[in-house]
């Protein structure tokens, strides 16, 4: 079973600040999602990269996919109380599981 | 509103009781999943229904029993459960198995409390 490790694991910022987690394998993968859960709910997708290098912007959200496809950054621009929740990656061929995921509280 | 649809949204059960959980979907969608999510934790992986067979058993015990009546409905049957299988259990569904680029539909759960 592949591993996906993702860090960091808590990320308290305050409204307004930029910050990157990262989402990291020793495998590679034909592609990785982002998804993004908040409380009660399940979880909902953001992006799918699926090309080495590949670069997916979503308003003030990047997601990057690594050359090797080994592993998976998403950077947030001017983060807003509304981007709080649990930040998780899947990796495709991974049997869909996920990593252990960034909780990030934004607080205004 | 999700497209996959789970009920009950809570559920409180005895360790001596039966109950089922539901969930649907109508994407036409040939995978379905149940995740179990502690608080706090990611999902974690207990079943994979592919083109209504079962794929994938991550070792769930046997208190634990997924059943797929066809391609757009999925159950899991519990029957003597502990308090320590409380916790919320997530249903999704894909286009197709892994490796297809076929991104999870998750619905939003089914809350199970066990006393």
């Known amino acids: 079973t592949q591993l996906l490790e993702q860090s960091p694991q808590f990320l308290s910022i305050q409204e307004g600040e930029n910050l990157t987690v990262y989402c990291n394998s020793s495998?590679?993968?034909?592609?990785l999602q982002w998804y993004r859960q908040e409380p009660g709910e399940g979880p909902v997708l953001l992006v799918t990269?699926?090309?080495?290098?590949e670069v997916k912007k979503l308003k003030r959200l990047t997601f990057q996919f690594g050359d090797a496809r080994k592993d998976s950054s998403l950077h947030i621009t001017a983060a807003q109380p509304g981007d709080t929740g649990l930040y998780l990656c899947a990796g495709e061929d991974n049997d869909m599981r996920f990593g252990a995921g960034t909780r990030l509280t934004v607080k205004p | 509103d999700t497209e996959v649809t789970q009920t009950p949204k809570h559920l409180v059960m005895g360790m001596t009781n039966k109950k089922s959980l539901k969930c649907e979907q109508h994407?036409?969608?040939?995978?379905m999943y149940w995740y179990k999510q502690k608080a706090k934790k990611p999902p974690e992986l207990m079943f994979v229904?592919?083109?209504?067979?079962?794929?994938i058993n991550e070792s769930v015990p046997s208190r634990f029993s997924p059943e797929c009546p066809n391609s757009s409905l999925l159950n899991l049957h519990l029957h003597a459960l502990q308090p320590e299988d409380s916790a919320l259990y997530l249903c999704?569904?894909?286009?197709?198995?892994?490796?297809?680029?076929?991104?999870?539909?998750f619905g939003n759960g089914t809350r199970l409390t066990v006393t």
């Open positions: 999704a569904s894909s286009q197709r198995d892994r490796g297809y680029n076929s991104p999870l539909h």
């Open positions: 994407m036409g969608h040939r995978a």
């Open positions: 229904y592919s083109y209504e067979k079962l794929s």
């Open positions: 990269v699926v090309t080495g290098g």
């Open positions: 495998s590679v993968f034909s592609s």
